[in-house]
């Protein structure tokens, strides 16, 4: 059973709220990992509670020629953010530009000799309040927490209940979200992770 996580107030993200990207209510991601490595195809995000599944954004990465973009969409197709290395950063990073240049996010890597410690950094949509996202796990396992300000926000398991067998195959993994904070930033954080991990 997933944990039950409080909801966030006011709603997290570098975006405004809106109702296809933040949610009153826990929603549980499913992600897929390697998938650019594996495919170069894009893919969709989508959330699988209690057998309700809906599609809640895209990740574009054959569409843009540079390897290290990769361009998250609304399932209309408007453009949410590209996200692409930083160059000549020692330890990866990573940052989100959107269309506007108003909702950016940067992800920086700490060194760890075991597991996986990155921090997200952005401006707070809903009151302009400077933000930073601790992730820290093993990213190897799939096993990771997402907090803000001493909160739980998200975390991250290769199982949900029994939902892998159901829809699931080794590439796929579970993101629990709390109540009013952005899918598609964390979705964001996971393949930025992800895309970390492989070049380790």
């Known amino acids: 059973m997933p944990p039950q996580l409080a909801p966030v107030n006011p709603p997290l993200g570098p975006r405004p709220a809106t109702a296809d990207f933040f949610r009153p209510q826990q929603v549980t991601l499913e992600m897929k990992e390697?998938?650019?490595?594996?495919?170069?195809?894009?893919?969709?995000?989508?959330?699988?509670?209690?057998?309700?599944?809906?599609?809640?954004?895209?990740?574009?990465g054959k569409a843009i020629s540079a390897r290290d973009k990769k361009k998250f969409t609304d399932m209309q197709g408007n453009e949410l953010f590209t996200l692409e290395n930083k160059l000549l950063s020692f330890n990866k990073s990573m940052r989100g530009v959107s269309p506007?240049?108003?909702?950016?996010f940067e992800v920086k890597g700490?060194?760890?000799?075991?597991?996986?410690?990155?921090?997200?950094?952005f401006t707070n949509a809903a009151n302009?309040?400077?933000v930073a996202?601790?992730?820290?796990?093993?990213?190897?396992?799939?096993?990771?927490?997402?907090t803000w300000d001493g909160k739980t926000v998200a975390t991250i398991a290769r199982s949900f209940f029994n939902v892998r067998e159901i829809l699931g195959d080794?590439?796929?993994?579970?993101?629990?979200?709390?109540?009013n904070v952005d899918l598609s930033l964390i979705a964001a954080l996971c393949v930025s992770l992800d895309e970390r991990a492989n070049e380790d």
């Open 110 to 121: 700490h060194f760890k000799l075991l597991g996986t410690h990155s921090t997200c950094s």
């Open 128 to 130: 302009g309040q400077e």
């Open 100 to 104: 506007s240049g108003e909702h950016d």
């Open 170 to 179: 080794q590439q796929t993994y579970f993101v629990t979200v709390a109540p």
């Open 34 to 60: 390697k998938v650019f490595s594996l495919s170069g195809d894009d893919f969709t995000v989508k959330t699988v509670d209690e057998g309700n599944i809906t599609d809640v954004c895209q990740c574009k």
């Open 133 to 146: 996202i601790e992730i820290k796990g093993d990213w190897i396992d799939r096993s990771a927490e997402m």
